[in-house]
């Protein structure tokens, strides 16, 4: 892991964040271990669709049944959701698999049109803090990989929005939970580089935002737990932020 900044919480523990690169989660575990990996759902030529050999070894998962939730999450669920899947190999440290909404998933056009417009920034806030939220809780994580949650192929200013949404939710979480004790967030997949970073570190300090919480709405599909995140109440569909 490249490191790029590090996030204080007012109990002075420390979270490193940084870029895997060309490593990838296979290199990036190698060198040593996530716990759990919060990745979007889009398949092909993005973290999912590239990691999805080690993930499958890692978690002793069929890839029919990630590939199936996947879709279903990223195509057809109209809620804002978070798929966990637990590791089924007891031989590794890799303890699970959360498959995130992000902007390309079908619930996303209720918070902003056009896709790829000005972000919504509560949706990535929101989607970040409860994956980390249900990594820490449900696997007691304490190293993090994530993909990027705007896309593949985007590589513009709003991106960086949506980083500062992901360090924001991190930062609140530990600002939050005493006990939390995460060591690291590392971004995983070619979208994420040093150089989106290049303005950021300065922020990781202190963003003057505060923690609201939402609803948070548990079920079953096809025996993985499927959190439902939901506001009080949702934007108009131009109303992005």
Known sequence: ???IANLVSKHGKITHVGVAGSYGLRGLTEQRPMHAFICS??????????????????????WEEICSLAHWNHSENQEVSLILIPSRNP?????GLILAASERSRCYSKFA??????IYRDFFYNVTYEAIAASCQRWAATRLAISHLTGCGTERRRDAD????????????????????????CYVGCCVRRD?????????????????????????RHGYEVLDLRWASEPALEGAQ
């Not at 031989?91 to 303890?95: G, H, K, L, T, V």
């Not at 980083?163 to 690291?184: F, G, M, Q, S, T």
């Not at 505060?210 to 609803?215: A, D, F, L, S």
């Open 196 to 220: 989106n970073f290049n303005n950021l570190p300065e922020l990781t300090r202190r963003f003057g935002t505060t923690h609201r919480p939402i609803e948070v709405a548990s079920r079953m």
């Open 41 to 62: 759902t889009e398949e092909g030529f993005s973290p999912l669709g590239a990691e999805r050999g080690f993930l499958c070894d890692m978690l002793g998962v069929p």
């Open 162 to 185: 949506a980083l500062v949404c992901n360090l924001e939710a991190l930062a609140h979480y530990c600002d939050d939970h005493e006990k939390a004790n995460i060591e690291c967030l």
């Open 91 to 95: 031989d590794s440290e890799f303890r």
């Open 113 to 118: 049109l056009p896709s790829y417009g000005r």
């Open 1 to 3: 892991m490249v490191r």
